[in-house]
């Protein structure tokens, strides 16, 4: 499929992917066109529901002696965010200009999020010799697309108390040069590439006390990760209250962290008391903190403060019994997953 951007037609107003099963449905706050679907107990098989309204006069962007039976498909392409997989679901017509498709997704973790669109393409290359100018004519083409709507698939059971998951995930092919990768959910994961030469994996997974090169190089490779890890959640966070602060500056900083996801609070306890070099208790810490980043300059003094906090002895370990703790070092992807071609 190749894209013209004169030659498209605009499908988003008429697109909308609805889950029956779900118990409860929350828009995305930090995405345009997005929503969160929740379901009760684990997250198997989900059942989605695709439906499409055909813009007025689409026909007319193909030739006249092609109206009368189009070369043409709607579909609507589901990028996984998590995995890399995509999936494409032809919509099939239900009369009236209405396009329609019921399919089954199988999320495989939970605050997986997917990327939908609706595309319009051409599926046979014009054979007439009249004029074809203006017209949509090449096989493959995308003739119209809809905006990207954000899908996240959620439990609805006891809340998940980690700071973050970790987990051994296959990369698609544009990242595979990546060790590890950070997926927004609820809470974070860490995903690992699950791809990496088997003795970097080894390496990494050794738990050898012995002061070898081995270990060494082990604990400068997970000393690095954790430096970097942890810096970015406690980017997020701060992020996320300089967000809430500039929307509603009149909110008190109590009222600021109540509204924080828990994995950026409890980031954000771990932390707070040694970014302010204070001894009162983490929540006052936090208050506090939140506080300090009022002033726009905070964000950029409390980042650079993170690398020699992090690498204290006693926080080091704290934050790795922490990670063990969010360790899942089997894939949860499944075989036939791992033969599927990512484009």
Not at 66 to 87: H, Q
Not at 148 to 169: G, L, P, V
């Amino acid at each position: 499929m190749h894209f013209v951007p004169w030659k498209t037609i605009d499908l988003d107003g008429a697109f909308r992917i609805t889950a029956p099963d779900s118990i409860s449905e929350e828009v995305i706050q930090e995405v345009s066109n997005g929503i969160t679907f929740k379901f009760n107990g684990k997250l198997e098989k989900t059942k989605l529901e695709i439906l499409l309204t055909a813009p007025f006069e689409w026909e007319e962007t193909l030739h006249p002696t092609e109206r009368g039976n189009p070369p043409v498909k709607f579909i609507c392409r589901l990028i996984s965010r998590s995995t890399g997989r995509r999936e494409i679901i032809e919509l099939e017509d239900g009369g009236g200009g209405f396009f329609f498709s019921e399919t089954s997704y199988i999320p495989f973790l939970n605050g997986e999020e997917v990327r939908a669109e609706a595309l319009l393409v051409r599926t046979e290359q014009f054979a007439g010799e009249k004029a074809r100018s203006g017209y949509a004519t090449e096989m493959g083409q995308i003739i119209g697309r809809s905006l990207i709507h954000t899908i996240r698939f959620a439990t609805a059971e006891a809340n998940n108390d980690s700071i973050f998951n970790i987990k051994w995930q296959s990369f698609p092919t544009e990242s595979k040069d990546q060790l590890w990768r950070l997926i927004p959910s609820e809470p974070p994961v860490i995903e690992m590439n699950a791809d990496v030469t088997t003795s970097l994996k080894k390496l990494l997974m050794s738990k050898s006390l012995r002061k070898d090169i081995n270990s060494l190089q082990r604990d400068i490779i997970f000393t690095a990760i954790c430096s970097t890890v942890w810096t970015m959640l406690i980017s997020i966070s701060m992020n996320s209250i300089q967000n809430l602060l500039n929307t509603n500056s009149d909110l008190s900083s109590e009222e600021i962290i109540e509204q924080l996801p828990p994995s950026q609070l409890q980031t954000l306890s771990l932390f707070s008391k040694n970014l302010l070099e204070t001894n009162i208790s983490p929540h006052e810490a936090v208050v506090a903190l939140a506080n300090e980043l009022r002033s726009p300059e905070s964000f950029q003094k409390f980042i650079l403060k993170m690398s020699s906090i992090i690498q204290q002895e006693t926080k080091i370990l704290e934050l790795a019994e922490i990670m063990a703790r969010g360790c899942s070092f089997e894939s949860e992807i499944p075989v036939d997953l791992e033969k599927e071609e990512v484009a």
